[in-house]
């Protein structure tokens, strides 16, 4: 990984780095274009995906999901140059781009009062594929957002078995895939807590779905998913 990254780092010197977007040098996704990402207006129940106030889920869900809502902060329809810029993140290694897709992520969240207490997290990679990437994108957002919103940010969860690629599976496959594929980071109690779950993208909720079990089982009162888009 070490190598990898060495490699990164020689290219980019090479090939100066272009903001995806407008491509003004320096950035991969420029703050200037982040700003300039238009938020979803409209949020949907994460099972049935119909439209629902904020992305919570719906009264015929709730029974059956563990994921009080989800939040999409944008849609890549909307905004073309979003989709290049998640994807950059998944393979470079820029605490610049991260803090500038959290940004978006930070936009989506309503400020309102909590009474209960907040913690935020991240969908977690299998060790084995953290050590082949050398970081995890969802954590470098989540600790991001955590840092603006000025809440704690923890590691809850780890990945205990290395599922397949969910994007290429079936919905039956990818539940079957995913079945305990996360487990609690430590013994710990979430009671009373609210926790947000951070993601980059959710093309289902399966995945949030299930980690969001974990976190329900360990007392959390409410868990929501939050990604920057559904892709
Ligand atoms: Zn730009
Ligand atoms: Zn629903």
């Not at 990164?8 to 272009?18: A, G």
């Not at 009264?59 to 999901?65: A, D, L, M, V």
């Not at 955590?146 to 539940?175: F, G």
Request: charged share 20%.
């Amino acid at each position: 990984m070490i190598f990898a990254r060495c490699c990164d780092f020689v290219i980019d010197l090479i090939f100066p780095i272009h903001c995806v977007s407008c491509r003004r040098e320096g950035e991969w996704f420029c703050s200037g274009c982040a700003t300039k990402v238009t938020l979803n207006q409209k949020q949907f129940c994460p099972v049935c995906w119909q439209p629902s106030s904020g992305g919570k889920t719906c009264e015929t869900c709730r029974g059956i999901s563990p994921l009080a809502g989800l939040r999409v902060a944008a849609s890549y329809a909307e905004n073309p140059t979003l989709a290049a810029a998640v994807k950059t993140l998944k393979y470079k290694f820029s605490q610049p781009l991260a803090r500038n897709l959290a940004e978006i992520l930070t936009r989506a969240i309503t400020q309102k009062n909590y009474a209960e207490e907040r913690i935020i997290t991240a969908i977690p990679l299998h060790t084995k594929r953290l050590r082949y990437r050398g970081f995890n994108q969802a954590e470098l957002l989540a600790r991001e957002v955590a840092s603006n919103l000025q809440l704690p940010y923890e590691n809850l969860l780890i990945r205990s078995r290395n599922t397949l690629q969910q994007a290429k599976l079936s919905r039956e496959k990818r539940l079957q895939n995913l079945r305990d594929a996360f487990s609690l980071a430590s013994p710990i109690s979430l009671q009373n807590k609210t926790v947000i779950l951070v993601d980059d993208i959710a093309s289902t909720a399966t995945t949030l779905s299930e980690a969001a079990k974990v976190l329900r089982a360990a007392g959390a009162k409410e868990v929501w998913g939050l990604v920057i888009a559904r892709g």
